[in-house]
């Protein structure tokens, strides 16, 4: 089983489900498509899944303007991008496994929720401090 994962900050990392390839690689090109003048995205090889290596996506190591701004991209456009993919999409069948509702896509599509819902929330996170730095005024 390959393993697939995305460092979303210092504090939050999502491990993606078995069979995930796809759905990274759909995440990747969101990024991609999304972030004006996005540099080089770390990705690096994983060894630690039994019986295969997967890739890991580190937004760390970004610049901080990009580093928010794929951020908001996972925040606000992964999950409808994932939802168009998996249902008539070109991951339809990729996920697939007897049809109806009770399939691999719905997995799929928990991992890229749950991957904009931690974006989410480090971006709330990240606007909280920053007006605790103002002096509780908040940011303008």
Known sequence: MNLYSVSL???YSWLMYAGSEPMFGLMVTVLREGVPGLG????????????????HLDL??????????ALRVLADQAVP???EALYGGE?????EKYGGSADGRIEALGDMKTVALI??????????EVARSVGGKGAT
């Open 9 to 11: 900050s210092p504090e």
């Open 40 to 55: 080089d995205l770390t990705v690096v090889p994983r060894h630690d899944g039994p019986g295969g290596a997967g890739l």
């Open 60 to 69: 760390l190591t970004l610049p901080p303007g990009q580093y928010r701004a």
């Open 81 to 83: 991008r994932a939802r």
């Open 91 to 95: 991951l339809s069948s990729a996920y």
């Open 119 to 128: 974006a989410r929330n480090v971006l709330a996170r990240t606007a909280g």
